[in-house]
């Protein structure tokens, strides 16, 4: 089973993307904080793909991801945001980085995490 790490600080969103992801058959450990997020990637070394808020309180989603991959070079990411306009959805970022905008429905986090590390 795929594991991904979801991370956001609202914790509704959070809620159904953890919903969504556990429903298309992903193992998912959730996080309310980079912090969270970070402490959890040091403790699962299973985590292939971190989905996670840019706009956060305590860091950026751009600053998690770049200590993230320090603990786990080949991790791939999946930024979410409602404030990012002019960038496709899935397109934007280097290598192994996406963008999938806010609002999203079900299907499209769904298809952009199994076009990101499959099923």
């Given at each position: ?87 496709p959805d899935g397109a934007w970022c280097a290598g192994n980085e996406r963008l999938l905008r806010k609002p999203w429905r079900a299907r499209q986090l769904q ?9």
């Amino acid at each position: 089973m795929r594991t991904v790490l979801a991370v956001d600080d609202d914790p509704d969103v959070r809620k159904i993307a953890v919903e969504i992801l556990r429903t298309a058959g992903y193992r998912v450990i959730e996080a309310a904080s980079p912090a969270q997020a970070l402490e959890a990637l040091a403790l699962e070394p299973s985590v292939e793909l971190l989905f996670t808020d840019i706009m956060m309180p305590e860091m950026s989603g751009f600053e998690l991801s770049r200590r993230a991959k320090q603990i786990h070079p080949g991790l791939r990411v999946l930024y979410t945001s409602g404030y990012v306009r002019d960038a496709p959805d899935g397109a934007w970022c280097a290598g192994n980085e996406r963008l999938l905008r806010k609002p999203w429905r079900a299907r499209q986090l769904q298809d952009e995490v199994r076009s990101v590390i499959g099923r």
